[in-house]
């Protein structure tokens, strides 16, 4: 979360000063956070290694399969995940969980920008349709008590 947090505040701060946009890749996260690094030093000794092996080692990387550099991205990123949100969101609101569902396949299988605009999109349906069906509800005196007051029907 710190992550993100650091990338929104130099983005922020860039826009500024006509700046290029701060980004970051989750996949280089995920190995940072594995190996244990803790500091902002071993982004910038990842960011040589990444530069000498860019210039030195092209070459040998030509050969390489994509299907093997997708497996090496996928096994890197798979802990950025975090599915104890999913079941956290199953048992208390089944309605947040859809949400997180079909932003999470949508992006899986369009990609992030428009698993991220359909996320959107649901979620504002959801909260018009909450704005225009509000749970109106009645306390009985002072106690603990509350019951559901159901929609007056007329026959107009």
Known sequence: MEYLFGLGIANIC?????????TGS??????????GAKTGLSGIIMGIIIGGALLFMTPLFT????????AIVISAVTGLVDYEEAIFLWAIDKKDFFLWAITFITTLVFGIEIGVLVGV??????????SANPHI????????????IPPLITNH
């Open 14 to 22: 860039g826009s500024f000063f006509s700046a290029y946009p701060a």
């Open 26 to 35: 989750f996949s280089r996260s995920a190995v940072n956070h594995e190996s």
């Open 63 to 70: 050969d390489i399969p994509q299907c093997a550099l997708a």
């Open 121 to 130: 999109a649901f979620s504002l349906a959801f909260v018009i349709h909450e």
């Open 137 to 148: 509800g009645m306390r009985v005196g002072s106690s603990q008590l509350n019951c559901a």
